[in-house]
């Protein structure tokens, strides 16, 4: 069996990652792939850290488009084949006119959640405005949905599986920039990139706030690399792009803010 203890030592996200192990385990006692729950960014990536030392079982993921969020995974002995189609995923549309009574993410969620399934079982939405949205889920729960969720809000809502060519994501908005720092330093870069000032940007990470690659970081001077995602709850993400030093000494730092 699995090292679980040992490979468990230094994650964050010990209770998720502890299902996924034990699914591992039936991977390999069953030969058979197994699938996990809708996997959050954090969490996703330190199964694929944890996946990535292991030798006896392999990690693909799939959450309905290339950009989500939340995603499935899918873990077979190495000598299984093993492709993101394996996973099993549900568009449903959720219907409704939200012309007025605007309804939020976290409205859509609830309502979901109300029915009295629970949030793995759940990948991303999809908010169309005054339209509605759009819910990935796991494909065992489309008939029970379609039949429980009714209303969103004060809203009545008709709950209908789709086809994956009716995914209506919108791009995120980006806004290039570029700083010139002193140092590679988290508070310094991130108050640049998301426009705020340093001590507040402290703030964030003494709070646990701030993501690093979706680890939590609580050290202002942690040092970015190219190639980081720096993630802060509520107000979106902040990629690290080229680094060059300029003749006075200091980093000039190409960012991509995604709101």
């Known amino acids: 069996m ?45 199964a694929q850290e944890i996946f990535g030392r292991l030798t006896e079982v392999h990690f693909v993921a799939r959450g309905g488009y290339p950009q989500a969020e939340r995603q499935r995974g899918a873990i077979a002995r190495v000598e299984l084949p093993l492709e ?28 979901l959640l109300g029915t009295g399934i629970v949030r793995e079982k759940v990948g991303d939405l999809i908010v169309l405005g005054e339209r509605g949205a759009q819910a990935i889920v ?22 209908c599986q789709i086809d994956w060519s009716e995914l209506r994501v919108r791009q995120p908005k980006t806004k290039e920039m570029t700083t010139v720092e002193a140092s590679l330093r988290l508070d310094a870069v991130a108050s640049a990139g998301f426009g705020m000032s340093r001590s507040k940007m402290v703030d964030l990470i003494n709070t646990g706030d701030v993501r690093v690659n979706w680890k939590s970081v609580k ?31 200091r980093y000039r730092i190409s960012l ?4």
């Open 2 to 46: 699995l090292p679980k203890e040992n490979l468990l030592k230094a994650v964050e996200n010990r209770e998720a990652l502890t299902r996924v192990l034990d699914q591992a385990e039936q991977a390999i006692r069953t030969w058979e792939v197994v699938l996990t729950d809708f996997l959050s960014p954090p969490e996703l990536t330190e």
């Open 84 to 111: 993101p189609d394996d996973i099993a995923l549900a568009l449903l549309d959720i219907a409704g006119n939200f012309l007025f009574d605007t309804a939020t993410h976290r409205d859509f969620l609830g309502s």
């Open 138 to 159: 796991v494909p065992e729960l489309v008939d029970f949905l379609e039949m429980s969720l009714t209303q969103v809000r004060s809203v009545p809502v008709k709950t």
């Open 219 to 249: 050290q202002a001077s942690h040092a970015l690399n190219a190639g980081d995602l720096v993630a802060i709850r509520g107000k979106g993400r902040l990629e690290i792009g080229d680094i060059s030093v300029t003749k006075k000494e």
């Open 256 to 259: 991509t803010r995604y709101v």
